[in-house]
């Protein structure tokens, strides 16, 4: 079968892959769409360190093929979108509702793929960009069968990152106000949650400024081409605000924009080493700084909610995919991706 892999010095689309059959608890999907993002990319230059060869991808959704002994929830058939998440369950994170700080499910890639003789590492306890991945049963979330591939693998990684971020973590509540820094597949998603939760003043941050339009779409109330413009709309600065970029300078910028008891998000991912720094006595007025995994989600609540709220019209996916392409084009979408071409582009098989 087709899959793309990372080799640590090239990212191949190859022909030849194969994937184990589903053991207990696990379920076999083929992936129909799968979402390109900036995690993806960060492997293959090196942000996010991972060990190699792997199977790259982690934002998909396809159908059910097999399920091994134990799963009842999904049956062949059905269709899915999948999380990255393979947490245990029993832990007392899960317990407590925290799925995202599963120890099990951090840092423990396995290898279903190989090629040849040869296993292969699964990114993110998913790996998407393969005509058929194996994934813990509790990934696997049942969708409605009306909502199209290409929009419903986004809800596995940029929605429940971006909008789990304002609605999980940060708690935004009405009439706050937010600023969101970058506007990519993440920082829409954090407008959209912004919208949602019903703060009276969002206002998006980006160095391009085509890229207005479709930020005002997905909820700004406001568009700034430099965070310095923000205290001519904010004079006492933000009660949230979000960096969805990825670099220090731009953290700094986050924290020296908080009101009073304001909170700055941390969704961007820098290289593993990189520092931060910011004045410490301007963080005595009740003002946090808080990293947030995954949107502080659980998926199999969360994605059967997202799918319902874009159903009922009130959360944007078609709009988020700019451009979908067959996965043999996945050099011409990665090269889109990191010209800032495409908010999302989505690769099909």
């Known amino acids: 079968m087709r899959g793309v892999v990372f080799d640590g010095k090239q990212v191949q689309v190859v022909d030849d892959l194969?994937?184990?059959?589903p053991g207990p608890g696990e379920v076999l999907v083929a992936i129909s769409a799968?979402?390109?993002c900036h995690s993806d990319l960060s492997v293959v230059d090196g942000t996010i360190p991972f060990p190699v060869p792997v199977v790259l991808g982690h934002e998909g959704a396809g159908v059910v093929q097999a399920v091994g002994a134990g799963v009842s929830h999904v049956v062949p058939g059905d269709h899915v979108a999948l999380s990255t998440l393979a947490n245990c369950g029993t832990c007392p994170e899960c317990d407590r509702g925290r799925p995202t700080m599963c120890r099990q499910a951090i840092g423990r890639p396995g290898r279903p793929f190989s090629r040849g003789d040869r296993p292969l590492h699964q990114f993110a306890c998913n790996s998407a960009f393969a005509e058929r991945t194996v994934v813990k049963a509790v990934q696997a979330v049942r969708i409605p069968k009306d909502?199209?591939?290409?929009?419903?693998?986004?809800?596995?990684?940029?929605?429940?990152?971006?909008?789990?971020a304002v609605l999980n973590r940060a708690r935004v509540d009405r009439g706050d106000t937010v600023v969101v820094i970058g506007t990519g597949g993440i920082g829409l998603n954090v407008l959209q949650g912004a919208r949602l939760a019903g703060a009276l003043r969002i206002v998006a941050v980006d160095a391009n400024p085509a890229k207005e339009a479709v930020a005002r779409q997905f909820g700004a109330t406001d568009f700034l081409t430099s965070a310095k413009g923000v205290r001519d709309l904010l004079p006492t600065g933000a009660d949230h605000v979000f960096e969805c970029v990825g670099r220090v300078e731009l953290i700094?910028?986050?924290v020296d924009l908080l009101d009073r008891h304001g909170q700055a998000v941390l969704l961007g991912v820098p290289r593993a080493s990189a520092e931060a720094s910011f004045v410490v006595s301007s963080m005595f007025l009740d003002k946090a700084i808080l990293g947030c995994r995954y949107g502080s989600s659980r998926p199999q609540?969360?994605?059967p909610l997202y799918a319902e709220l874009y159903r009922q019209g009130r959360l944007l996916l078609d709009e988020l995919v700019t451009e979908t392409y067959p996965v043999e084009d996945f050099e011409k979408a990665r090269a889109d991706a990191e010209a800032g071409r495409v908010a999302r582009g989505v690769l099909t098989f």
Do not use: K, N, W, Y
């Open 18 to 21: 194969a994937v184990r059959e």
């Open 34 to 36: 799968a979402g390109l």
């Open 147 to 164: 909502i199209p591939f290409s929009s419903a693998a986004l809800i596995g990684c940029g929605v429940l990152t971006g909008v789990g």
């Open 252 to 254: 700094r910028q986050a």
């Open 301 to 303: 609540r969360d994605i």
